[in-house]
């Protein structure tokens, strides 16, 4: 079956920490992998994306996610967290095949930044 | 360059009402995808529009329908509200089907 999972449904990080939101994923085909971020009232931004081309993929805002085929993983990371960075972020696939129109989300991780 | 554009913002309806949903896309975009986000979820696929025509559907029951126009905005209709189709819908654009998809900033439907 397919599926995407995000691990974590809320991370806490201190301003100027490392941001580490994981999520793994279950597909029959090379899916497409995307990052996206929602801050409160405003719509979908994409972070970046994975389409078979390098593997560490670099995003906007200092982000960035590698893919890793072996462990069916895309793990979003940042250096240093910064306050403007406090959001909800999603995972998102496009799967091969008859599904390749649609975008599958996570449940989504709430990212908190502590001063 | 406006970017894709919903209305209305918020909305409330009472069980067994329909309701319509509207969505422009982004300039030089032809494709129009709708998504339902629930309270603390991550936004589901409901269906795509191209050429005017439903091109995939998700699990959603025959209560949603949709429509594409020749000037690609798109509107989804929901008949027979219940509770549980209260949530943010999300309409995303792009240019085909399989490209990058530039949402809007959604409609709040409230079911009481």
């Known amino acids: 079956a397919q599926s995407v999972t995000q691990l974590d449904s809320h991370v806490s990080v201190s301003e100027g920490t490392p941001v580490l939101l994981r999520c793994n994923y279950s597909s029959s085909y090379s899916p497409s992998l995307f990052w996206y971020v929602q801050h409160p009232n405003k719509g979908l931004q994409l972070l970046l994306k994975?389409?078979?081309?390098?593997?560490l993929v670099k995003g906007i805002n200092g982000f960035e996610a590698e893919f890793k085929k072996s462990e069916t993983s895309f793990h979003l990371t940042k250096p240093s967290a910064h306050m403007s960075d406090a959001a909800e972020y999603f995972c998102?696939?496009?799967f091969g095949a008859g599904s390749a129109r649609q975008l599958t989300f996570g449940s989504g991780t709430q990212l908190t930044v502590l001063p | 360059d406006a970017g894709v554009t919903q209305s209305p913002t918020h909305l409330i309806k009472t069980r067994g009402q329909q309701v319509t949903l509207r969505c422009s896309p982004k300039s030089g975009h032809d494709t129009v995808s709708w998504y339902q986000q629930a309270l603390g979820q991550g936004p589901q696929f409901i269906f795509q529009?191209?050429?005017?025509?439903?091109?995939q559907r998700g699990n959603f029951p025959d209560r949603f329908s949709g429509h594409q126009f020749p000037n690609y905005s798109s509107e989804l209709n929901v008949n027979a509200l219940l509770l549980g189709d209260s949530a943010l819908y999300l309409c995303?654009?792009?240019?085909?089907?399989?490209?990058?998809?530039?949402f809007g900033p959604g409609t709040r439907l409230t079911v009481l």
């Open positions: 529009y191209y050429e005017e025509e439903e091109r």
């Open positions: 998102v696939v496009r």
């Open positions: 995303a654009s792009s240019r085909g089907s399989y490209n990058e998809q530039f």
């Open positions: 994975y389409t078979s081309a390098a593997t």
